[in-house]
Structures are given as structure tokens and as C-alpha cells.
């Protein structure tokens, strides 16, 4: 079973480097005009969300689908104010292999972000489906492959947030 996936586009980068977009060229992603037609219950990624995606959120992705918010992450701190029927979640600890954000911690462009939550709740094939229209799609994965699958092997986002403390670099004392 395929999940369905949603791009709320807030047009705020380039439409040439635009992943979200070319998801919904390529029909592997339907577009969300406006917030208000956000599907009840799907599954919103924000990284602002206290709960990190996991295997438990499979029933809600594949009853209501899974949707990215396409902005800059320039101007996060315009992050619109969702539904509360929104199952809101973040992503845990990856490395960006988009060439804008290539290595950058947390800073996934929206294929990016669409195919770890796919691969982490089990939809490893159309993640890397997704994934496959992009040049660099095939680095992303490996670039975080033993992260991904141990996230994947977890049932809970708080599993899925304890092993990504292990990736977290050390806080050093100011």
C-alpha cells in the first residue's frame, strides 16, 4: 500500500530547485492549495512538533496521508499555525544531501523530508521512488542509511528520539 503524499507550497524558493513541486509534476505528490483542504488527520512534518515520526504513525499516513510544508528554511519563522485534527510531526536527527543544504543537519529539503518519514514507518520503496527523480535522491539514502533503518526498526517516536540522541553532536559548554 502507497501513501498519499501532500506539498502545501508556500512559494518560497527557487521552482527550478523546487522538490516539491517536481514531486507533483511527476504525480507522486498531489499539491494543497490552501491549509484549509489539508486532509483530516493526515500527517503534518513540522520541526517544531515535539514527537518525531515512527512505525505508529503507518494507520494515519496510509488512512490520511502524509504532507510536507515546501518553504525556505530561511523564513521557518513564518511556519504557519495548523489544525488541531493535524497529526503534527518532526523528523530526527539526518544529514541533507540536496546540493542547497548538502551535510547540514535537519535541513531537509521537502523530497527529503517525505522519504525519511516513508522509509521510517516502513514504505522503503517508495521512498527511494520519490527519491529517484532527484540527481542526488540516491545519496540522501545512503548518506543516512544506518540511521534510517535503525528509526525504521522502532515502533515508538520516543525509540525513534532516543536513538537519534546517539547522532546528536555533544553539547559544548558557552
Known amino acids: 500500500m502507497a501513501v498519499r503524499l501532500y506539498v502545501y507550497d508556500e512559494d518560497q524558493c527557487d521552482p527550478k530547485k523546487c522538490t516539491g513541486k517536481k514531486l507533483i ?10 491549509l484549509k483542504r489539508a486532509p483530516y488527520g493526515a500527517i503534518v512534518l513540522t520541526p517544531f512538533s515535539e514527537k518525531a515520526v515512527s512505525r505508529e504513525d503507518r494507520g494515519a499516513a496510509e488512512a490520511h496521508g502524509l504532507m510536507v510544508m515546501d518553504m525556505s528554511w530561511n523564513q521557518i519563522d513564518t511556519f504557519p499555525k495548523l489544525r488541531r485534527d493535524l497529526r503534527q510531526r518532526s523528523l530526527p536527527y539526518m544529514l541533507a544531501a540536496n546540493p542547497v543544504n548538502w551535510g547540514k543537519p535537519f535541513k531537509l529539503s521537502s523530497v527529503e523530508a517525505l522519504a525519511a518519514s516513508l522509509y521510517i514507518m516502513g514504505y522503503k520503496e517508495q521512498a527511494v521512488r520519490a527519491l529517484s527523480k532527484f540527481s542526488w535522491g540516491e545519496q540522501f539514502l545512503k548518506l543516512n542509511q544506518e540511521p534510517l533503518d535503525r528509526y525504521s526498526e522502532v515502533e515508538t517516536s520516543a525509540e525513534v528520539v532516543r536513538i537519534q540522541m546517539e547522532y546528536l553532536p555533544p553539547e559544548r559548554p558557552e
Open 25 to 34: 509534476r511527476f504525480n507522486l505528490a498531489q499539491e494543497i492549495a490552501s
